[in-house]
């Protein structure tokens, strides 16, 4: 190991290697400048003019539960009148809420504030509760940096949405399931707000006979489900689950290429629906088996976490840009592992490439994302398969693990 490419490691992990730090901080202006240009464009904008961003739906699904009228937000009518109240124009389509009450919680908090400020709390609140994530499981400050310089920061930012909580929680759950894993289980229950990023988690737990976390994500995801119940109307659950159907193929419809997932990237492409089922099925039953089998082998915990945060991502049909920042976390585990007992040749570049995919997905409407998503799943692959890795097998002997 002693390529260029290498030398992230190289300082025993103290720090990077200077052509990476210049890199970062040159990606970290960059998203900086491209946000900052973005918000100020609106600010100038005159009355009626300003963009339509998909925060909109959050704060006016909030202000509907705050005045009683919960289930209406799953009436999309009904919410494109309130989201062009807030905006005070009019504009083309939907935007949808697709999220069950549990999230109503959030929304309804940040309806307190006025639209403009609540976006602004939102979006800096979870990206300082993404950059804590990424800076935890790297285990040192260079995580910050890295968390900043990650390319789909962008496209979360500038329209307001979730990825930056998902990757926290995500990142944040698999931070701390050795060490704390009762609440690693909290992170996950929370996680049930957008409920098909958590498919596989329940399935690695299991496998790895982690019993205290997949205890207390159901505890905690039944009590969230129980107390929006109580809050927000039984009749709000019942418009959510109506509308989960249509939620799915609406938001598809508007343009599939938005997609960055197997299933979309099919229908984009020209192919059937049933072709893009049948490929997105086959691909999460793959990652599924390999899930399993990886998280009950004896493999390096960051090993583990970067297969499930990147297999996360595999078996998600509906995956937009903003949730790339959940690419975030098997890359940070990758960087950790490869920090502490070094990186294969070229595992760099192969990171980097992936970073240099999502950069390119405003300019262009090709998957780039779904290949970016790819390339670190191409590198967890290896990690597990590389000559001197820990292998990855089934112990002679499975004793359950109570972290």
């Avoid at 498919?199 to 489900?225: C, D, E, Q």
């Avoid at 297969?307 to 903003?322: E, I, M, R």
Wanted: hydrophobic share 60%.
């Amino acid at each position: 190991m002693t390529s260029s490419s290498e030398t992230l490691s190289a300082r025993g992990g103290v720090g990077l290697a200077r052509p990476v730090e210049l890199i970062c901080c040159a990606l970290i202006v960059a998203n900086a400048a491209l946000i900052g240009h973005t918000y100020l464009q609106e600010l100038m904008a005159t009355a009626g003019a300003g963009s339509v961003y998909d925060f909109v739906t959050t704060w006016s699904a909030g202000h509907m539960a705050l005045t009683g009228h919960a289930a209406a937000a799953y009436d999309w009518p009904a919410l494109k009148l309130a989201d062009e109240r807030t905006l005070g124009h009019p504009f083309d389509g939907y935007l949808g809420w697709p999220y069950p009450p549990t999230f109503l919680f959030v929304a309804a908090a940040l309806s307190l504030f006025p639209y403009a400020i609540a976006f602004a709390v939102w979006v800096a609140s979870t990206f300082l509760a993404y950059s804590i994530a990424i800076r935890a499981i790297i285990g040192d400050r260079i995580g910050y940096l890295l968390a900043g310089a990650f390319p789909a920061v962008v496209a979360n930012a500038v329209v307001g949405q979730n990825g930056f909580l998902s990757a926290a929680l995500i990142g944040g759950a698999l931070t701390l399931m050795e060490d704390c894993p009762i609440c690693a289980g909290a992170l996950l229950g929370l996680l049930t707000y957008k409920p098909h990023l958590g498919i596989l988690f329940p399935l690695a737990l299991l496998a790895s006979g982690r019993w205290r976390a997949f205890v207390s994500a159901g505890v905690v995801a039944a009590l969230m489900a129980a107390a929006s119940a109580m809050v927000f109307g039984v009749a709000s659950w019942q418009a959510f689950v109506s509308s989960i159907g249509y939620t799915f193929y609406a938001n598809g419809m508007a343009d599939w290429g938005k997609l960055q997932s197997l299933f979309g990237v099919t229908l984009a492409l020209g192919g059937s629906d049933t072709l893009a089922w049948t490929a997105q099925t086959a691909v999460a039953l793959i990652s599924a088996v390999a899930i399993a089998v990886l998280w009950r082998s004896r493999a390096a915990f960051e090993l583990k976490a970067a297969a499930l945060g990147v297999a996360t991502l595999l078996v998600a049909p509906h995956l937009f840009a903003y949730d790339l920042v959940i690419l975030a976390v098997p890359l940070a585990f990758l960087v950790r592992l490869g920090r502490t007992s070094g990186f294969l040749t070229h595992e760099i570049d192969g990171i980097g490439l992936a970073c240099l995919l999502i950069l390119m997905l405003p300019a262009t409407r090709a998957p780039v994302g779904f290949a970016a998503i790819a390339v670190v799943a191409a590198l967890v692959i290896r990690r597990a398969l590389a000559a001197g890795s820990v292998a990855v097998r089934l112990p002679e002997t499975a004793p359950a693990q109570l972290g």
